[in-house]
């Protein structure tokens, strides 16, 4: 009898494939997460070139690293959208840094080498609303990823009380369920989408090479 807490079948067949170069299985795999991994990557980022520039770097690593996937710590799924997020939180870290170092105007080629004045309490600030812009894409992007997790029912009694204004009744109407039933779909949605803000990669790996 299979343990309850065995990997799906496919993830570990994928992985074996991958480990033997099969390019057709990265292709399978593409197809399956490409558009999970550039909406996480766009929701970290909010550039459409960024986001592309993430995908290829992190389709590059499922290629070339394989091996740092271990099934046992969870689906394939999770583990590159674990792997989008630290790319893609790297991507915006060096952005950041950049745009700070360049300064306003490019105040940093000031002639004399002088420091411009409060040098030090801007630098404090500018790390301080670095980490607060990871957090926040953090707190976005792992939110995306639990609404694109969450069973079907559930997110699609959210899509229609919070993207298409209805209530409780008309979500329950539309998906031809009671009353009770769409509040019960809704309130557990939300529950699972509290978790949002908590720290870290997306839920359910244990980290990700």
């Known amino acids: 009898m299979a343990k309850k807490d065995a990997p799906p079948r496919w993830d570990r067949k994928m992985q074996q494939r ?5 390019a057709a299985a990265l292709g399978e795999a593409y197809d399956r997460f490409a558009s ?3 909406s996480l990557a766009h929701r970290v980022l909010g550039d459409e070139k960024a986001a592309d520039a993430v995908t290829r770097e ?5 290629w070339e690293h394989p091996e740092t996937y271990d099934p046992k710590q969870g689906p394939l799924r999770t583990w590159i959208a674990a792997v989008t997020h630290r790319v893609a939180v790297q991507r915006l870290r060096d952005r950041e840094e950049r745009r700070r170092d360049e300064g306003p105007d490019g105040a940093e080629d000031l002639p004399g080498g002088e420091d411009l004045p409060g040098g030090e309490e801007d630098l404090l ?3 301080e609303d670095l980490e607060s812009k990871v957090r926040r894409a953090s707190v976005a992007a792992r939110a995306d990823y ?3 997790s969450m069973p079907v029912p559930l997110r699609r009694a959210l899509e229609l009380a919070y993207f298409q204004r209805r209530d409780y009744r008309q979500t329950a109407a539309d998906l031809g ?3 009770d039933e769409a509040r019960r779909r809704l309130r557990l949605g939300l529950q ?4 949002a803000h908590d720290a ?3 839920p359910g790996y244990g980290g990700a090479a």
């Open 58 to 62: 992190v389709f590059a690593h499922i």
């Open 192 to 195: 699972l989408l509290s978790t």
């Open 18 to 22: 991958l480990a033997r170069g099969e």
């Open 125 to 127: 600030s500018g790390e």
């Open 200 to 202: 870290g990669a997306p």
């Open 36 to 38: 999970l991994v550039h």
């Open 146 to 148: 639990i609404v694109h």
């Open 177 to 179: 369920v009671t009353e």
